[in-house]
């Protein structure tokens, strides 16, 4: 549904998006990570058809969004980065508006405007004014507007951003539930995130794109994918930690005492083929072992190793 | 959907926007006051004796504008990108210029309005005398045209910065331009500077909305003069969405 190819702009001497190919398809959320300035948002506002691209090609539908914009922005909601909505009109005043504009009429609108109230849990805020509003309604009110067409493309900008707890949990069913007929691009910096609602996750770093893939393709990514973590009573430190490199399939082991409790962590050469599993299983036949877990690979960690590939923060071009 | 269907959905949210707002109520009562102490008090209505509104009424409108329009037109464009609406109103399914033309066709709509409250002093002068009220109705469509341009000028300022103060005192200025260069002692000051160039005079002094409303207040609907009204209005909001266009390409 939608489709980026060698997606480009330059602010004066900064090229903030950098050559960026992707493509969304119905049924997928993609989830779109990346430190703050990484491009994410002017991404999402050149799909959107808000900024024009210095070069590349978008399109949405199959309408290319500088030739068609109409048609291309007809199937897509979007919701911006802080959500702005009209601060002097009421929340019904701003779903009408917003309905309107989409071209709903009479009973159509009316029908639109109560399901995208129900959805985003406006209710008891309906008639109040935009400016009067938290934090959180806000946002759920310019959500409400991006959702009010049931259009068959999302692009939401930190759709989760200032919200509690609670609330995030609940936008976050509703997007995943969309999800399943929708192509929906989301943002966030929030890594849980990808896990809870993403089926594919882009991480987009000096605009560029540095890693695309699953939830789990990207965990296995981490040195931590597949590592085994065991403790042990009764062990002396060096002593595990010299039987355990000796295996095949460890790369790199380190411990930690406490307590006289030995807790080792062993790094395998490749992740996932479970042989280092396998391998610190009988090595470890005869000690005292409390606690035995595979690692799955932690999203944050492949998340700093990409982003940051050196620590000095060296300016790069 | 059709480009009028757009144009009316902006302009209605626009104009809902400035009546849940105080900003239309000040305004309205302040133009009205304005016009009632200046035409009484100032204009000297009672004293003239003319069954006509030429010269107590009419002839405040060019300055009551200069300040009151920018403070309308101040926020079209300014607030939208301070709030970041703007972002949403271009990826919205219309053109550019239908936002646009929406938003200022709202605004004009607004100034009509405060422009027709001012009823009861053609009410006064019809039962004091008898005014030629198609004079009256020709100088009204020429002060509402006057607004306009007025207001098509605060389109551009306002569209320029993120900041309305800096939009109003830009407009203000360019207005007061507008008036200026028409203005007696402005015109002898020109006339005297340029050597009786008066081809050089006259082209100043045809960017003048005086010039162009005078005849108005005689009750000329002249072709020429609601020409120069629209095409500075046309002009204006196209150099308004040229402007909108370049803050999203740089």
């Known amino acids: 549904m939608i489709k980026v190819e060698n997606l480009t702009k330059i602010f004066g001497a900064k090229r903030a998006v950098d050559g960026v190919s992707f493509s969304v398809e119905r049924g997928e959320v993609l989830g779109f990570l990346g430190p703050n300035g990484a491009g994410k948002s002017t991404t999402m506002r050149m799909i959107t058809g808000f900024l024009p691209p210095t070069s590349g090609k978008i399109t949405v539908g199959g309408f290319d969004i500088l030739e068609q914009p109409i048609p291309a922005k007809k199937l897509m909601g979007y919701l911006p980065e802080n959500a702005p909505a009209y601060t002097d009109m009421t929340v019904y005043g701003f779903l009408d508006f917003a309905a309107e504009i989409r071209g709903l009429r009479g009973a159509a609108k009316k029908a639109a405007i109560n399901r995208a109230v129900e959805l985003c849990f406006l209710n008891s805020v309906l008639h109040q004014n935009v400016d009067t509003l938290s934090k959180g309604y806000r946002h759920r009110t310019c959500f409400a507007q991006s959702i009010i067409h049931d259009p068959d493309i999302l692009v939401l900008d930190e759709p989760t951003d200032g919200l509690d707890p609670n609330q995030k949990h609940e936008i976050r069913q509703l997007i995943r ?5 929708k192509a929906i691009i ?103 072992v409390e606690e035995l877990r595979t690692e799955e690979g932690r999203l944050d960690e492949v998340f700093r190793s990409i982003t940051m590939p050196d620590t000095t923060g060296k300016e790069t071009r | 959907m ?38 009484f008090m100032v204009g000297g209505f009672f004293e003239r004796g003319e069954a006509s509104l030429a010269n107590s009424f009419f002839t405040w409108h060019p300055w009551f504008y200069l300040f009151l329009v920018p403070a309308v037109g101040m926020r079209l464009w300014a607030d939208e990108r301070r709030v970041g609406t703007l972002e949403l109103l271009l990826t919205m399914p219309i053109a550019p210029w239908e936002a646009i033309v929406g938003k200022f066709i709202a605004s004009w709509l607004f100034l009509g309005l405060a422009l027709v409250l001012t009823f009861p002093i053609v009410l006064t002068v019809n039962h004091l005398g008898s005014p030629d009220n198609g004079v009256i109705f020709a100088a009204y469509v020429g002060s509402w045209l006057m607004a306009g341009t007025y207001l098509a000028v605060s389109c551009i300022t306002s569209a320029i910065t993120r900041s309305q103060v800096v939009s109003f005192i830009i407009s203000v200025v360019a ?11 402005v015109i002898n000051l020109l006339q005297s500077l340029t050597n009786n160039w008066q081809w050089l005079v006259d082209v100043i002094t045809s960017f003048s909305v005086i010039t162009h409303f005078e005849g108005f207040q005689k009750g000329v609907l002249d072709s020429r003069d609601i020409l120069f009204f629209l095409s500075v209005i046309g002009f204006s909001l196209f150099t308004t969405s040229v402007i909108l266009r370049t803050h999203r390409t740089s």
């Open chain 1, 177 to 181: 539930k969309m999800g399943e007929q």
């Open chain 1, 186 to 288: 989301f943002s966030t910096h929030i890594l849980e995130e990808v896990d809870a609602v993403c089926s594919r996750a882009i991480i987009i770093d000096r605009g560029r794109i540095v890693a695309n893939g699953t939830p789990a393709e990207l965990r296995r990514k981490s040195e931590w994918a597949g590592a085994v973590t065991m403790r042990v009573n009764g062990q002396a430190a060096n002593a595990v930690q010299e039987k355990l490199n000796r295996l095949r399939a460890a790369k790199k082991v380190t411990t930690a005492t406490e307590g006289g409790k030995v807790t080792v962590t062993v790094y395998p050469r490749t992740a996932g083929d479970g042989d280092l599993t396998r391998e610190v299983i009988e090595a470890s036949s005869g000690w005292q």
């Open chain 2, 175 to 185: 207005c007061l331009f507008l008036i200026l260069a028409g203005f007696p002692p």
């Open chain 2, 2 to 39: 059709n480009p009028l269907g757009n144009i009316k959905t902006i302009a209605k949210r626009e104009l809902l926007a400035y009546f849940s707002s105080p900003v239309a109520y000040v305004f309205i009562v302040i133009f009205l006051l304005l016009n009632g102490f200046f035409t």
